[in-house]
């Protein structure tokens, strides 16, 4: 096995990450959002499609869209509620699921440090 099979092992290997985000939940139940971590391919996608500008809100939408699963890791999000998802008032809901999306250590690894 050469070296870079080895580093596509131990990615593959990894754990999905997840976020809870409270404004999105019932009362007293969050809303568990699980993603796998963002790849180099995954930003070179989202980087062409809007010029290199990352802090696009469409690009910050897209990003959720494509990362966002449920506990089974089907997607949350589809195409259809990019529009919806533009006109939330609630930006800062959407900012931390994708912060840790983009994040290069997943939040249960930060906890750990």
């Not at 019932?26 to 802090?55: H, V």
């Not at 910050?60 to 089974?72: F, N, Q």
Request: no cysteine.
């Amino acid at each position: 096995m050469n070296l870079m099979d080895k580093i596509s092992a131990k990615y593959a290997e990894k754990e999905r990450g997840h976020v809870d985000v409270e404004e999105w939940g019932d009362e007293d139940n969050p809303l568990r959002i699980f993603f796998r971590p963002m790849s180099m391919k995954d930003l070179s996608d989202i980087s062409k499609r809007y010029k290199g500008n990352l802090e696009d809100p469409s690009a910050v939408v897209d990003i959720l869209i494509s990362k966002a699963e449920d506990e089974d890791g089907n997607k949350l999000f589809t195409l259809e509620d990019k529009p919806k998802m533009l006109r939330l008032p609630d930006t800062a809901a959407i900012a931390k699921v994708v912060g840790a999306i983009t994040a290069s250590v997943s939040v249960e690894e930060h906890e750990k440090n």
